[in-house]
């Protein structure tokens, strides 16, 4: 086994876990993949109602292994919402973010990038774009500004790479210099690569968050295919990981496989599937949610060098209605959804919601969704999902945000991309 740097032996042991198995190492012997302690004990708290948010009959026969981490109840009293539409005719927007003066920056999925005024006006198209690989679920992905943007002016956004050998999630780096209603982006530099490159269409991910420690985190996906999907579980690879950079691209000394001959240094966890959802909570840790299969969807919080399962261990199964490998929903040296959706809500983005325009939502995690055609609302109680409720928007949500007014900001998915601000909707009224 190569050296494993004493922060995942530590983390590994706090949970209970054995060492994940590395790809082309002896792996150890397997443990069973339970959670100890208070996990089978169900939070009940007075604001959850009797009745489940999702109530269709689910694809698998699966059960769950512990309480609430799925079809957790609605809460008792319905959240009640205004919405209004902030912006409008955006070509495939796929992730907004807030500047520090209260505009918006999108970008859009063919490769382009526009800041909207507070009043809805859509900017001109920035220039010095790279050229993105937009087929499919490719195109320009996500955006996020540099820690200290308000002076160096840096934002970090994710992409569809083309490469001679197919084509792989990138992220890359630029100074944002404006002028009229577009401008262009300066000073360009790749800092990070997924490797390696594959010729596909789907399962790029891809989010980006900055820690509070300034590092950045990104998630991408394994490339759907059941060819390279395995890769998820090679630490050799790149395929369907969350990775932890600085702020050039670098690997920091304190990941949990730096050291490691045969893993890649970037790697945070891994055996995931097409992560789109991540986000801070309100202790600076991160979440992330991703695309399940024909059921499966999950929430988790990411932790050093863990394992969370797929393709080996996972609640859904294939769109054909067969079984994925073994069939199995657990396994030694795996981790558990937090929370997890069958029929699958397509996940694709997450908020962390600590504003106190809705005080009902404080704590909660907001998500985007793409088959259930809204936002989907999560209260936990010490990391478990105690309700869930179902907010209908009537359109595909690519990305959600809260805003600096406290209002939740939600992107619409397609060729006429609105942005749609959710207010509380007076009781009087």
């Avoid at 395929?239 to 730096?258: M, Q, S, Y």
């Avoid at 209002?407 to 609105?418: E, L, Q």
Wanted: charged share 25%.
């Amino acid at each position: 086994m190569t050296r494993i740097q004493p922060i995942l032996l530590a983390t590994m042991a706090a949970l209970g876990l054995g060492l994940p198995a590395l790809a082309q190492n002896a792996a150890p012997e397997p443990r069973p993949s339970r959670v100890e302690g208070d996990a089978f004990t169900a939070p009940s708290p007075d604001s959850a109602g009797s009745v489940p948010a999702e109530t269709a009959e689910p694809n698998t026969s699966y059960k769950p292994l512990l309480p609430n981490q799925t079809r957790a109840p609605k809460p008792a009293e319905a959240a009640r919402v205004d919405v209004a539409t902030v912006a409008k005719g955006l070509a495939s927007p796929w992730a907004m973010e807030f500047l520090p003066d209260g505009r918006m920056i999108v970008t859009e999925k063919a490769g382009k990038i526009r800041i909207v005024s507070k009043d809805g006006k859509v900017g001109a198209a920035f220039a010095n774009v790279p050229k993105v690989d937009a087929r499919g679920q490719g195109g320009l992905l996500d955006i996020a500004l540099s820690p200290n943007f308000k002076n160096d002016r840096t934002v970090y956004f994710s992409y569809a790479e083309p490469r001679e050998k197919g084509n792989g999630t990138t992220v890359a780096k630029a100074t944002l210099t404006e002028s009229g209603d577009g401008g262009s982006l300066d000073n360009l530099k790749v800092i990070f690569r997924q490797t390696p490159a594959y010729e596909g269409d789907k399962h790029f991910g891809s989010r980006l968050v900055f820690a509070p420690d300034g590092k950045l985190f990104v998630t991408v996906g394994e490339r759907s295919d059941k060819g390279p999907r395995v890769q998820a579980q090679d630490l050799s690879s790149g395929l369907g990981k969350v990775f932890r950079i600085d702020t050039d691209g670098n690997a920091p000394k304190d990941n949990p496989f730096v050291g490691s001959e045969k893993a890649k240094p970037e790697i945070w966890s891994y055996g995931h599937r097409n992560v789109q959802g991540a986000t801070l909570d309100g202790q600076g840790r991160l979440w992330t949610i991703e695309h399940g299969p024909r059921g499966g969807d999950e929430l988790n919080r990411p932790r050093p060098g863990l394992n969370y399962g797929w393709p080996t261990v996972t609640y859904g199964i294939e769109y054909s209605g067969e079984k994925i490998g073994e069939g199995i929903t657990q396994a030694g040296g795996t981790v558990q959804p937090v929370y997890y959706w069958d029929p699958v809500i397509a996940p694709s983005s997450l908020a962390y919601y600590d504003a106190a325009l809705f005080p009902a939502f404080k704590g909660d995690f907001v998500i985007g969704g793409l088959i259930h055609p809204g936002l989907v609302v999560l209260k936990l109680d010490g990391d478990k999902v105690v309700t869930e409720e179902r907010i209908d928007l009537g359109d595909r949500i690519r990305d959600v945000k809260v805003g600096p007014d406290g209002a939740i900001y939600a992107v619409t998915d397609g060729p006429d991309g609105k942005i749609l601000k959710l207010t509380p909707k007076n009781r009087e009224g």
